[in-house]
């Protein structure tokens, strides 16, 4: 007879962790699904080989990160993002500037990053929008002193 299942501590020797983990795992809702029959526990085969192959990974940034980023989409760090769109980089670096502006960004782990299509139609839509609302660009060439306005419409030319 073909075994369906195995039990935690069968469980515990396979991955290397103790019972005591895979009991904590199973009060917080986290590891594989299981049966528990009575006082029994048990885990399905087939639960811990699916449990297994999500738990695989190709590189350490895809651990913290629920978004899916094909590996042919360019990714930019804040200071990147703020040479190439010629930006303050203060608009990518500060989390409140980034959610009042509503800027696109991405969560990569714990790094944030961009990409510079997404970036350029938030500039577009955003210069739209202020030109809509009647602000103007009031930078003085003399002084040397640029708006945020002024830097979008640059962006966006």
């Not at 399905?44 to 940034?61: G, K, R, S, V, Y």
């Not at 577009?124 to 809509?132: I, L, P, Q, V, Y």
Request: glycine residues 6%.
């Amino acid at each position: 007879m073909q075994q369906i299942a195995i039990n935690e501590n069968e469980l515990a020797t396979r991955w290397g962790v103790s019972p005591k983990t895979l009991q904590r795992w199973r009060s917080e809702g986290r590891g594989p699904r299981y049966l528990k029959l009575s006082k029994r526990v048990t885990y399905p085969l087939d639960e811990i080989f699916l449990f297994e192959e999500q738990a695989l990974h190709e590189a350490t940034w895809e651990r913290g990160s629920d978004v899916a980023v094909t590996s042919n989409v360019r990714l930019y760090s804040a200071r990147e993002m703020a040479a190439a769109t010629s930006l303050p980089l203060y608009l990518f670096t500060h989390p409140n500037m980034r959610r009042t502006l509503e800027i696109p960004c991405i969560r990569v782990g714990k790094l944030v990053r961009f990409k510079l299509d997404e970036v350029m139609a938030w500039a577009k839509r955003t210069h739209a929008e202020m030109s809509g609302f009647g602000v103007q660009d009031t930078s003085d060439p003399i002084e040397n002193r640029k708006t945020l306005m002024h830097a979008i419409g640059n962006l966006i030319a």
